[in-house]
């Protein structure tokens, strides 16, 4: 019988007593950074959209002002249309 190389089948074959050993001190403190990172893209993200909901809802209104403006406009146009018809 051959002998099979295992790590030419692309298997990582690790000994027992490394899944045991705690995580070093410079792995935690990469993590915690990276967890700090996260942390504040999040934030930043969370204000992005809290800033454009609030200028959604300010352009929402600023619409409907113009749709009333124009509707009234739009009236007072047709009753000048309306007058000079009469002449």
Same mark, same amino acid.
């Given at each position: 019988m051959?002998? %099979?190389? &295992?790590? @030419?089948?692309? /298997?990582? &074959?690790? %000994?027992?007593? +490394?899944?045991?050993?705690?995580?070093?001190? =410079?792995?935690?403190?990469?993590? @915690?950074?990276?967890? =700090? /990172? /996260?942390e504040?893209? *999040?934030?930043? *993200?969370? !204000?992005k959209?809290? #800033? /454009?909901? !609030? =200028?959604? #809802?300010?352009?929402?209104? =600023? *619409?409907?002002?113009? +749709?009333?403006?124009?509707? !009234?406009?739009? +009236?007072?146009?047709? #009753?000048?249309?309306?007058?000079?018809?009469?002449?």
């Amino acid at each position: 019988m051959e002998l %099979c190389d &295992f790590n @030419q089948l692309g /298997l990582d &074959f690790v %000994c027992t007593t +490394s899944y045991s050993e705690p995580p070093r001190k =410079e792995t935690e403190l990469m993590d @915690q950074e990276l967890i =700090e /990172l /996260l942390e504040k893209k *999040i934030g930043d *993200i969370v !204000e992005k959209y809290s #800033a /454009l909901k !609030e =200028e959604n #809802a300010r352009l929402n209104e =600023e *619409i409907r002002r113009f +749709s009333g403006d124009r509707e !009234e406009i739009k +009236s007072r146009v047709d #009753a000048i249309l309306g007058k000079l018809d009469g002449i």
